[in-house]
Nanobody, 127 residues
Framework: QVQLLESGGGLVQAGGSLKLSCAAQ????????MGWFRQAPGKERRFVAA????????NYAESVKGRFTISRDNAKNTVYLQMDSLKSEDTAVYYC????????????????????WGQGTQVTVSS
């Protein structure tokens, strides 16, 4: 089993930055591909960014390209989401997700491709 714990959410003004962290615990000997999703009030959970186990492949939603950066430090079993130039429409609960892979290049953009989820962290951007 893998447990994911997000941190770093909060309240920020539009144009500001936040950095989210997602620490994996449990079966950290397994290779995980990871992703971030978000869910705004009254809306479906949506893909934000994904990263392969090696970190060499990343994928972003169009709405965050050029503003958000996903990265990972496998020595710390942690994935990050650096969010810059934040907008009010980025306000949501952000969820970290992961699943086991045997391919270093695997990335995933749909929630059904992830078995493990964090509890979520609130990001609020004030305009």
């Amino acid at each position: 089993q893998v447990q994911l714990l997000e941190s770093g959410g909060g309240l920020v003004q539009a144009g500001g930055s936040l950095k989210l962290s997602c620490a994996a615990q449990g079966r950290t000997d397994m290779r995980l591909y990871m992703g971030w999703f978000r869910q705004a009030p009254g809306k479906e959970r949506r893909f934000v960014a994904a990263i392969s186990w090696s970190g060499g492949i990343t994928n972003y939603a169009e709405s965050v390209k050029g503003r958000f950066t996903i990265s990972r430090d496998n020595a710390k079993n942690t994935v990050y989401l650096q969010m810059d130039s934040l907008k009010s429409e980025d306000t949501a609960v952000y969820y970290c997700a992961g699943d086991i892979t045997y391919r270093d290049s695997r990335v995933a953009k749909t929630s059904s491709e992830y078995a493990y989820w964090g509890q979520g962290t609130q990001v609020t951007v004030s305009s």
